[in-house]
């Protein structure tokens, strides 16, 4: 075992400080550290998505992240989504259409959305399934989760539009 | 009575029975507040991880954990030796066999469990499990369960030398479990042997696993002073998981809590009880602290629970003119190591017996052979009734299989065939009782939905095209009408560990009329807060909005054997109906005593009763719940509460017909699924949305299963698919777009007509995607291949029908 070393980074605009080894994982400081139980652990090897947050504007999975990685990164996970009183347009069609079962998928399914449509505000179905292809579900068939994105794209785009 | 926009307005606001209610779970999850078992944290909560064998079958010479011990923050390591004394080194399966909780003296599968570090942080635990020093030495594997058969093979289960008797019956050999049968042998030879027409194939149920995206953990947590045991984990079955832990530890069941919080998906993965378990719960009683155990996705894919391993040889006997006149099938069941199937106690081969499928058939026969092998143990229900899928791909396959015999088409083979409508109750020459079907109705409504004609003559188009060198792709259409047996069961003939396969409601009802609702299942992403306050709401007239329900917390919850085998719904689904109506029945007495009318002069109405004949003299529930709770009436104790224990009087029999068309690629050996069509019956509908979602996720694990998902070994016995990289598991991107569609033909004997749907489009959809495949290659002589139809085996078969030129 290393030295800790000390890490510093903003995780849904909260300013935090921590110690950890250098070979530790972000998704381990996340959940184990600062409590941050979103994200969660699928595999371990970057194939299911269940542990996706969103990292400096990229969709990153943090179960293959180091944790000095994130030195001074801006982190985004589900809880940082949504208000306190109120889901997320992509949270809210996802309950809307269904496109959950037993959730443990969803925060990562959920975040990596969020990123896609930051990218694509007004993807196509096919872009969907392929900007989702890093998210393993193993309840819905994915079925309902292309239609909760596409729903929530036009939701966000026709409040955009009404913003301007 | 009351005009017609009230009456419907009191119902549509109850979100009651058929609504598509939106689910009250999702809030929690879509923000990533759910509560999983590794998300639970305790003061000073040590973590346990796994020493396994990396040899399949080998003698263990020794273990040395001093190096392990030495690296500060390791507290214990346990091993086989440590365990002994408590008489907890080997503990008793679901299925009357018994497994080593830490390796006894030798290991018998690659991951096996050997010895448990426990330490302060999982990173040295990790550490320590690297630290441990096995001593093996290796000794002949077996993999294949019909070589593992032979005379001279070597014995793999030393413990039970010289024991030829097992818990099912006579054991033949050393690596033989048992031998089951249903049916009358001598006399679906009779009716083969004296055929027309006579079809045999063997057809391979690959073993597969079923991989829930959260895998297997716990947190055990001992607290010393007051004796009392509390268990947090994934379990399907949180009641029985408690009864087992204090038949084993010793512990008083009053004094061990055991909870299931939210759980990431089971499919039948979280049924058993896994050493994990076991261990955690002795290091906890060693260390006095909480100790948590949460297995990786090698250690899931490898050591806990697969599902299948079938090898199904199958006689089928008909008419010229495709009349079946019997079936007889044998199978060689690969268990593994040690039989942990978890099923009813009495069926060592669940309900493979349901292989008769959705067809009449006069004479039946069927054996099974459980053995053993040096793969990981298991068998348990992937997303399906006991063995069902299995006995559902079986059939499926031998209708195929016997059309190309006849000549004949496969979906008029089928119609053929089917039990009639006006035969139900029917009874099947395995023995069940089906309980109702409309199989025609059903099947004539999807060959008209995909336009079934169509589909065949440009199938015989595609392939002149393809004779003719204009295409290099093959139109393959994939027919299943299913049976599905689910909603164990009855108790005169289902028990778990001997306790009987009931379920259990409990309601009350809160003054203000609101009420909460406590069952003895436990949802895994079925959305059971959703549905069973849509039944209550149903009936007892107080809105699910209203209704909040809990399960899972064995301090709490009365007494169930869980969720799996579809059986939710069947059987505490009807538990919540019944308790209602003894709620209702209560409320009826209160209604009259505060109406000054006799019971009986009363009748229900949505939500309140009403004095017949009058009605602006009405009570409703809400009302009545109120007044039981502030009044003193006469002959009736105070609150509004009931309990309903319910025994199912016979399983359901939900079905349904799927129809697959599906392009392959000759070169490649790439599938496009172009359609799916899915029409299922289960009967009495709760919640649209709810069964469309269940649909379409059985279905893309039925995809997954078909097209590629394995767990593959070598012949030293190495598991080749440990990974999610190997492990196939479809992604939005191979998964097609699914149209669903229903019929409803109710059950007779369940108090509200439900037949359960979660596994069935797991049991259709396998054979359905794999008679699309051989369906493609029918014309070119394919009678039968086996799965995965991954791409390379996909390419092979059309390599070796010399479609390659």
């Not at chain 2, 378990?277 to 990786?296: F, L, M, N, Q, R």
């Not at chain 2, 869980?562 to 007495?589: C, E, L, N």
Request: aromatic content about 8%.
């Amino acid at each position: 075992m290393s030295d800790k070393m000390h890490l510093k980074l903003t995780v849904n605009g909260e300013a935090h400080e921590t110690l950890a080894e250098p070979r530790e994982l972000l998704i381990h400081v996340l959940r184990e550290q600062l409590g941050i139980t979103g994200p969660h652990i699928g595999c371990e090897t970057s194939h299911c998505g269940a542990c996706t947050v969103d990292m400096g504007g990229k969709s990153v999975k943090a179960c293959t992240v180091f944790a000095a990685q994130a030195q001074g990164a801006e982190i985004t996970t589900v809880e940082g989504l949504g208000a306190p009183d109120g889901l997320h347009v992509l949270q809210e069609m996802f309950r809307e259409h269904h496109g959950l079962q037993c959730g443990f998928c969803t925060p990562g399914m959920i975040t990596r959305a969020w990123r896609l449509l930051q990218d694509n505000p007004s993807p196509t179905e096919e872009e969907v399934r392929f900007g989702m292809s890093g998210n393993l579900c193993r309840c819905t068939g994915y079925q309902n989760i292309v239609k909760a994105i596409l729903a929530a794209a036009d939701q966000m785009n026709a409040m955009k539009e009404a913003a301007e | 009575m009351k005009d017609l926009p009230d009456t419907e307005e009191r119902k549509a606001g109850l979100k009651g029975l058929g609504c598509s209610r939106k689910r009250v779970e999702d809030a929690r999850f879509t923000q990533g507040k759910g509560n999983y078992v590794d998300d639970i944290k305790m003061a000073g909560m040590l973590h346990g991880d796994f020493v396994r064998s990396p040899y399949a079958h080998a003698r263990v010479k020794s273990i040395n954990a001093e190096a392990a011990l030495a690296l500060p923050g390791v507290i214990a390591v346990l091993t086989a030796k440590d365990l002994e004394p408590l008489g907890l080194h080997w503990m008793p399966t679901l299925a009357g066999d018994k497994q080593m909780v830490l390796a006894d003296g030798k290991v018998l599968f690659q991951g096996q469990e050997v010895a448990f570090v426990v330490a302060t942080d999982r990173y040295i635990a990790a550490d320590a499990v690297d630290l441990v020093e096995v001593d093996y030495e290796d000794l002949p594997v077996v993999v294949d369960p019909f070589k593992a058969q032979d005379p001279d093979a070597p014995v793999l289960r030393e413990d039970l030398e010289g024991v030829t008797e097992g818990a099912h019956g006579p054991r033949r050999h050393h690596n033989h479990i048992f031998t089951w049968e249903a049916g009358d042998e001598a006399g679906a030879n009779a009716a083969i042997d004296g055929a027309e027409v006579v079809a045999e194939e063997t057809i391979y149920y690959h073993r597969t696993h079923p991989c829930p995206l959260e895998t297997c953990g716990c947190v055990a947590s001992m607290d010393k002073v007051n004796g009392k045991l509390t268990l947090y984990g994934t379990f399907q079955a949180p009641h029985v998981v408690r009864t087992v832990a204090s038949l084993l530890s010793g512990i008083d069941e009053h004094n061990i809590r055991v909870v299931s919080p939210d759980i990431g998906g089971g499919f039948g993965n979280k049924v058993g009880v896994y050493p994990g378990y076991v261990c955690s719960i002795v290091a906890t009683i060693v260390t006095g602290k909480p100790v948590k155990w949460v297995e990786d996705r090698m250690e899931n894919l490898m050591a806990t629970a697969f599902a299948r391993d079938y090898w199904m040889t199958g006689r089928i006997g008909a008419t010229k003119d495709g009349r079946i006149t019997g079936l007889h099938a044998h199978v060689t069941a690969d268990h593994g190591a040690f039989d942990a199937c978890a099923d009813p106690t009495k069926f060592p081969a669940g309900f493979f017996h349901i292989c008769t499928g959705s067809y009449d058939i006069p004479a039946a026969y069927c054996a099974v052979d459980g053995i053993y092998t040096n793969k990981a143990p298991g068998g348990v229900a992937y997303r399906c009734s006991f063995r069902v899928t299995e006995a559902a791909y079986f059939i499926e396959r031998m209708i195929e299989v016997l059309a190309i015999k006849l000549g004949m088409d496969a979906a008029e083979l089928r119609a053929k065939n089917f039990i009639r409508k006006e035969q139900f109750p029917y009874t099947s020459a395995l023995g069940w009782e089906y309980d109702s079907g409309d199989y025609h109705t059903a099947w004539d409504k999807a060959l008209k939905a995909v336009g079934y004609e169509a589909l065949r003559k440009e199938q015989a188009e595609r392939v002149e095209a393809f004779k003719r060198g204009e295409t290099r792709k093959l139109l393959g259409i994939g027919l299943t009408h299913f049976t599905e047996i689910v909603g164990a069961g009855p108790v005169k003939n289902c028990d778990i560990l001997g306790m009987g396969m009931f379920d259990s409601c409990e309601i009350r009802i809160h003054p203000t009329g609101s009420a909460i609702a406590r069952l003895g299942t436990i949802s895994q992403g079925q959305g059971h807060a959703t549905t069973f306050a849509q039944i209550l709401a149903s009936e007892i007239g107080i809105s699910a909005d209203k209704i909040t329900v809990e399960e899972g917390d064995t301090d709490t919850a009365p007494y169930g054997l869980g969720t799996y085998g579809s059986r939710s719904t069947p059987v505490a689904g009807a538990a919540t109906a019944m308790a209602g109506r003894k709620i209702r029945a209560k409320a009826q007495m209160i209604a009259a005593y505060l109406l000054e009318v006799h019971d009986d002069d009363l009748e229900w109405d949505i939500d309140r009763f009403v004095v017949k004949g009058a009605p602006e003299r009405f009570k409703t529930m809400a009302e009545i719940a109120y007044a039981s709770y502030n009044q003193a009436i006469p002959g009736v104790e105070p609150g509004l509460e009931a309990v309903s224990y319910y025994d199912p009087p016979n399983m359901t029999y939900p079905f349904g017909a799927y129809i697959c068309v599906m392009e392959i690629d000759v070169d490649t050996g790439e599938h496009e699924i172009r359609q799916f069509y899915a029409l299922d019956d289960c009967g009495t509908r709760i919640n649209p949305m709810i069964i469309e979602g269940q649909v379409h996720g059985g279905l893309t694990e039925a995809l997954a299963i078909a097209m590629g998902q394995e767990i593959a070994y070598d012949d030293i016995g190495n598991v080749k698919t440990g990974t999610l990289m190997d492990f196939f598991l479809p992604t939005a991107w191979e998964t097609p777009h699914y149209t669903t569609d229903h019929t409803e033909t109710p059950s007779p004997h369940h108090p509200i007509g439900a037949k359960g749907v979660g596994e069935s489009p797991n049991v259709g959809g396998v054979p359905a995607f794999s008679n699309a495949v051989h369906d493609a290659f029918r014309a070119f002589g394919l009678t039968q291949t086996h799965m995965p139809h991954d791409h390379w085996r996909i390419w092979k078969t059309a390599r070796d029908l010399g479609l390659h030129g």
